[in-house]
């Protein structure tokens, strides 16, 4: 069976204390599950980084940075650099998040220097793509998504494809008011994104995960889940109780097990 992946992005939501107790409860509840069948990992928020780090098994649940500066030191104002995330021993940083993109005004040419200095600092670099409801509307989705894949993966080679994760998170589909793809559409997209990815790095883009992202709960996710082409899964709010997401990974493997994924 190959290796499912489920993570979560905390976003602004817990503080250290909350954080804490969060990453204790999952790591006790998922600790009898085989890492050899499933990546799990969790995005906190800065300040509740080091505690994360000093307290969580790190061969169980994988920490990572929302958000990361290119460069590694200099007048960057309210910025995190790459040396200051290494301090820490973070295992993965994220980039190009749509509240990044689309809140903060960030750009696919930024995207690409973080994940460039992600790969290049030894972090896993989580690159996240998604079209607009407009882009959907006019038929767009599909040049959105590899218009956000050339530029983001700009220089990136093929000998860093194994320490590169995708997360297709469709803008229209994340928040409060997401409505969630259906899994045909999601796994209509992935194909276009893994075909993407190995025009982009060859067969080591064959081996690239790519993540769904997008008002999965507990109704859906074992129908994103059983498509061959989704690889994981990157969970809001429905995993932000550790009991409410042990029991969605427990039962998306079952049921990727039935499917003979």
């Known amino acids: 069976m190959k290796k499912i992946y489920f993570g979560t992005n905390l976003k602004m939501y817990k503080d250290i204390r909350e954080t804490k107790r969060y990453l204790s409860d999952l ?27 000093r307290n969580t098994d790190r061969r169980l649940i994988r920490l990572g940075a929302q958000n990361m500066c290119w460069e590694e030191q200099g007048q960057f104002t309210g910025e995190v650099s790459p040396l200051m995330l290494q301090e820490l021993g973070l295992d993965l940083v994220m980039a190009g998040h749509s509240e990044r993109r689309h809140v903060f005004r960030e750009t696919d040419k930024e995207e690409n220097c973080k994940v460039r200095s992600a790969l290049e600092h030894g972090f896993t670099a989580l690159l996240c793509i998604g079209e607009t409801a407009e882009e959907k509307e006019c038929g767009l989705s599909d040049a959105s998504l590899r218009g956000q894949l050339l530029a983001g993966l700009d220089g990136i080679w093929p000998g860093q ?34 075909c993407c990815l190995k025009a982009l790095l060859g067969e080591a883009g064959a081996q690239v995960p790519i993540l769904y992202g997008g008002s999965v709960n507990p109704d859906n996710a074992d129908e994103f889940i059983t498509c061959a082409e989704i690889d994981g899964m990157f969970v809001g709010r429905s995993a932000w109780q550790a009991q409410t997401f042990e029991k969605m990974i427990r039962s998306a493997l079952a049921a990727a097990r039935r499917a003979g994924k």
């Open 27 to 53: 790591e006790a509840r998922t600790r009898d599950i085989s890492r050899a069948e499933i990546e799990l990992f969790v995005l906190p928020s800065f300040t509740s980084l080091p505690d994360a780090c």
């Open 161 to 194: 494809a194994p320490d590169l994760w995708i997360a297709y998170e469709p803008v229209w589909a994340i928040g409060v008011e997401g409505v969630p793809a259906t899994a045909e559409y999601a796994a209509e997209k992935h194909r276009v994104i893994r």
